[in-house]
Nanobody
């Protein structure tokens, strides 16, 4: 059973930075797509960024130039470096790992709060 453990969330001021980490255990996920979603209160869970096994990345428009997703396959870990944070980035951030199009695992979520 794959388990994902997230860390790095917290409270930060407008313009600050945070780095989220998501470590996977239970299987090698070097071939999986890995990414981050977020869910603000009263809103749907939205894709923020992901990185495929070949290294190609995708970002939602609102985080382009501010967030960077990366992975360390040797550590089964995916990261999200978040710079120039804004209050609208406040949400619970969830790690997602998809070894295949029909298989997906979620982390427990980590709160990110950006004060204005």
């Amino acid at each position: 059973q794959v388990q994902l453990v997230e860390s790095g969330g917290g409270l930060v001021q407008f313009g600050g930075s945070l780095r989220l980490s998501c470590s996977a255990s239970g299987a090698s996920l070097s071939g999986a797509s890995m990414g981050w979603y977020r869910q603000a209160p009263g809103k749907e869970r939205d894709l923020v960024a992901y990185i495929i096994c070949g290294g190609s990345t995708y970002y939602r428009d609102s985080v382009v130039g501010r967030f960077t997703v990366s992975r360390d396959n040797a550590k089964n870990t995916v990261y999200l470096q978040m710079n120039n944070l804004k209050p609208e980035d406040t949400a619970v951030y969830y790690c997602n790992v998809a070894p295949s199009p029909i298989m997906s695992y979620w982390g427990q979520g980590t709160q990110v709060t950006v004060s204005s």
